[in-house]
């Protein structure tokens, strides 16, 4: 069964610290997809990245960054320097290889809170 | 920017009513899913549609929920005798292309609340 299990129900920071959301996966596919999603207070959800099974370079963009490492079946999601504005609730999700109807399995998601 | 878009934003209604949630997906998206958030947990996939039939659904999806694509543009999520736990925010989602590597675009969601 798939699986998405992150640890951290609740993080606060002041702005300007780092932060790393953890997020750990289960699957038995061989090709899955890795994603998160950002909850802002409004509610909607927005789609940050994805990144597939075979791709495990980490990856940067601006303040953000995800470190994906098979071995411990981890997908991290670290903002630098945060701002007030980064507080929401992030979900990372998986998408399997046997699912092939784009169904994502969400995590529980971590709630941020970034005070000024 | 194309956006998925959900009417109505807030739902009230009475436990035993039928209600219909719409949506709205990107014009050029062929795969559309709807999702349910009870407060304060987290997003579960309700069902996924395709081609005008469904693709997959969950076990959350019984016989009381159905979905439909009624004149091409509008997708449907129909819940025909509410009941208390059916309560939560409902998210309607589309993607371009289906399978594990799209993403998929989320709408603003519509809270329901059975009374």
């Known amino acids: 069964a798939q699986k998405v299990t992150q640890a951290q129900t609740e993080i606060s920071v002041v702005e300007k610290e780092d932060v790393t959301l953890d997020c750990v996966y289960e699957?038995?596919?061989?090709?899955?997809?890795l994603f998160w999603y950002k909850q802002p207070p409004s509610g909607e959800l927005v789609f940050l990245i994805r990144?597939?099974?075979?791709?495990?370079q980490n990856e940067i963009s601006g303040r953000y960054s995800w470190n994906f490492q098979k071995s411990t079946s981890s997908f991290n999601f670290t903002i630098t320097a945060s701002q007030v504005v980064d507080s929401a609730v992030y979900f990372c999700a998986l998408s399997g290889g046997s699912s092939n109807t784009g169904k994502l399995i969400f995590g529980q998601g971590t709630t941020l809170q970034v005070k000024p | 920017e194309p956006e998925v878009t959900q009417t109505p934003s807030h739902q009230v209604t009475q436990m035993g009513q039928e209600v219909i949630l719409r949506c709205v997906p990107i014009s050029n998206h062929l795969y559309f899913y709807w999702y349910r958030q009870i407060l304060g947990q987290k997003v579960e996939f309700l069902v996924s549609?395709?081609?005008?039939?469904?693709?997959?659904k969950s076990e959350i999806f019984d016989d009381q929920f159905s979905v439909e694509r009624p004149d091409g543009s509008n997708f449907t999520l129909k819940i025909r005798s509410t009941k208390l736990e059916d309560s939560a925010m409902y998210f309607c989602?589309?993607?371009?292309?289906?399978?594990?590597?799209?993403?998929?675009?989320f709408g603003q969601g519509t809270r329901l609340t059975v009374v």
């Open positions: 549609f395709y081609n005008n039939e469904i693709s997959e």
């Open positions: 699957t038995r596919d061989t090709t899955y997809y």
């Open positions: 990144r597939n099974s075979f791709d495990e």
């Open positions: 989602a589309s993607s371009e292309q289906g399978g594990s590597y799209t993403e998929a675009f």
